[in-house]
């Protein structure tokens, strides 16, 4: 079966999901464009078409939009296609969507949470190849002593960022976490009401 794809609009900008019959293949986060955004898709899913979406991928549209909204959901339902992921990447990213919102780890805890001490670079580079964006929230997880480490979505570190703030309720990370990073000024003021 051809993947499908949906667009829709985040408080970030417009994003896409790509499904097949196993699950959500990938969550793209905006681009600079929506022209940016197609050709991504073809490019990694050649041949997928926008279609429309079965209730279980509306349903997990309807999670990631109100999480970027600021609201504490669980993502960890829902169904991802991990055909084709390496198994320690698999096991990288069932940890990761344990991280709830707003809580960070570092890649050396979650390399002793898997009991694979000193892997936290092979933790950094599963996260680097995570085609679920958000799904999986790889921007949950920071270098040693509170550094953001990387991101490989639009807009890296600043991306990763914001995803953090959201999810904090704040305009900014607190600088007291963050002390070596220049803070950049919001750039919109996120919603601060949340339903549980």
Request: aromatic share 6%.
């Amino acid at each position: 079966m051809t993947p499908g794809y949906a667009l829709f609009d985040t408080s970030l900008g417009a994003a896409a999901l790509v499904w097949g019959p196993a699950g959500i293949r990938a969550l793209y986060l905006p681009e600079a464009d929506r022209a940016g955004l197609l050709a991504r898709i073809e490019d990694r899913h050649p041949g997928a078409g926008e279609a429309a979406c079965p209730p279980d991928i509306a349903h997990a549209i309807a999670l990631v939009t109100r999480l970027l909204e600021g609201e504490h959901v669980d993502l960890g339902r829902v169904q991802l296609d991990m055909e084709g992921i390496p198994a320690f990447h698999r096991r990288v990213y069932d940890d990761i969507r344990r991280i709830p919102p707003g809580t960070t780890l570092t890649y050396g805890q979650v390399s002793q949470r898997l009991n694979a001490p000193g892997s936290a670079r092979a933790v950094g580079q599963a996260l680097a190849a995570n085609p679920y964006l958000i799904i999986v929230p790889c921007h949950r997880v920071l270098a040693t002593g509170g550094g953001m480490g990387g991101f490989s979505a639009p807009g890296g570190i600043d991306t990763k960022r914001r995803l953090l703030a959201i999810e904090r309720g704040t305009d900014i990370i607190e600088p007291s976490l963050f002390a070596s990073l220049p803070l950049a000024p919001p750039t919109r003021q996120f919603r601060r009401n949340r339903r549980a």
